[in-house]
């Protein structure tokens, strides 16, 4: 990892320092995206069933899973493995059930009362990439706020032979189908649905460039679906100081380069020799993996700063604004009013990443590529909307008549005072 000193740089110089790799959709992407959907929105199952042999390289003779084979799929799975999941099922749980929130009632002045109420999402599809890592973590993370939100009906879908803990958890959790398909056919069928698919008002979940680009697509189709967010390569950036563990900030840097080979860490911490330090433990720990090559195509492209304080730990931080933030110092919580920016936070020694990705409560589905700035992570209101009300009497009514008569005028729209106005004359010919 290359190593910076940041108060030597100039604002240009940090600027360049603190990108990203760099993003980018190849126009043969994009073509072949394209191609995919209209194949699904022509074909249906006929088209799924088709790409699932070309792409998946799986033999399938239906898209949809029956509930004999869910059933068959858990049996299979290992039961301490069972456990471990129902244990971070019920954490999650939790700490989503936590965010359901009250209606709004308010008298905003007198006889004139407005409301905000919330209603769940009616239909939603949970995408579950597969691939070197079936992420069966994701099915928990998405079906379980789903569930709690009361979305009428939840359907999951993961490139075929979907892996048995994934079906495990779709049964475990409530899901209403599952679906056997993979990449940006699976987008395009739950956007738009076929003979066997439910077509969806919204989609979640991570996916490769031909999934994320498949649900760029979709959302900027009227007649297709919404989605969570344009997800981006996983990262973390860790503030260690002299009292971090150097083994601990290695095994938490190494945990996101095994993500991918567009992955990227970011160590700050107060020294040179703390930055020695975690190089070399991150050799040691390089020897042991066995995703070692996709971890040290990650390292190439991260970095390490040294910080002259944590003020300027945080101000490294908040500019690059990143999905995982990791606060190993002697009092993490201290920091915590000054961070501006990041997807989850991890406060101390014992709080790593990797408890937030499986079984601590909140949600690994994060905003990526400094996003954070604006977007949150993904919570049960994702899986909501809210729908204002409001309810205004007779002397409500009257007290606002005046003002709306006057801005409506104001802008021209005669209609809308009329509609005041009308009223008003009525009243007093009563």
């Not at 009362?113 to 973590?137: D, M």
């Not at 563990?245 to 020294?271: M, R």
């Not at 190089?279 to 970095?303: D, F, G, N, V, Y």
């Not at 996003?371 to 009300?389: G, P, Q, R, Y």
Request: charged share 25%; with cysteine; net charge negative.
């Amino acid at each position: 990892m290359q190593v910076l000193i940041y108060e030597n740089l100039s604002q240009e110089q940090k600027r360049e320092a603190l990108k990203r790799p760099v993003m980018s959709v190849k126009e043969e992407i994009k073509d072949i995206v394209e191609n995919i959907i209209s194949e699904v929105k022509q074909r249906g199952d006929e088209a799924l069933v088709e790409q699932a042999l070309k792409f998946d390289k799986a033999q399938i003779s239906s898209v949809k899973i029956s509930n004999e084979e869910l059933n068959e799929a858990s049996k299979r799975v290992d039961e301490s493995l069972k456990e471990a999941i129902k244990t971070a099922c019920e954490n999650i749980k939790k700490f989503h059930q936590a965010q359901l929130k009250e209606s709004v009632r308010v008298e905003t002045s007198k006889g004139v009362w407005c409301e905000l109420l919330t209603r769940p999402i009616e239909k939603v599809g949970l995408y579950i990439p597969a691939g070197s890592a079936p992420l069966f973590s994701t099915a928990l993370m998405l079906a379980i706020p789903a569930k709690i939100a009361k979305c009428e009906k939840i359907v999951l879908a993961s490139p075929a032979k979907i892996n048995d803990t994934v079906l495990f958890c779709a049964r475990l959790c409530g899901v209403d189908e599952v679906y056997q398909m993979g990449g940006a056919g699976a987008i395009a069928a739950l956007a738009y649905g076929s003979q066997s698919v439910l077509k969806v008002d919204k989609i979640f979940g991570p996916g490769n460039a031909f999934v994320t680009e498949a649900k760029r697509q979709v959302s900027s189709d009227i007649m297709g679906a919404s989605i969570d967010m344009q997800a981006g390569p996983s990262e973390v950036l860790v503030i260690a100081d002299e009292a971090a563990n150097a083994t601990f900030v290695a095994s938490d840097l190494l945990s996101q380069a095994e993500h991918g080979a567009d992955s990227q860490v970011i160590l700050v911490c107060l020294s040179k020799e703390f930055a020695k330090k975690t190089q070399e433990e991150l050799t040691i720990q390089l020897e042991k993996l066995p995703r070692k090559e996709i971890a040290l195509k990650s390292l190439e492209h991260s970095k390490i700063f040294i910080a002259k304080d944590l003020n300027e730990a945080l101000e490294i931080s908040n500019a690059y604004a990143p999905e995982h933030l990791i606060l190993q110092t002697q009092n993490p919580r201290e920091l915590l009013s000054g961070v501006k920016h990041a997807g989850s936070v991890f406060l101390g020694a014992y709080s790593p990443e990797s408890m937030g990705d499986y079984a601590s409560g909140t949600n690994h589905v994060l905003p990526t590529y400094g996003l954070t700035k604006t977007h949150s992570s993904l919570n049960l209101m994702d899986f909501m909307k809210t729908m204002s009300v409001q309810e205004l009497s007779v002397d409500g009514f009257k007290n606002l008549a005046k003002s709306v008569e006057l801005m409506a005028e104001a802008e021209c729209l005669h209609a809308h005072k009329n509609a005041v106005s009308l009223r008003l004359e009525a009243l007093r010919n009563e």
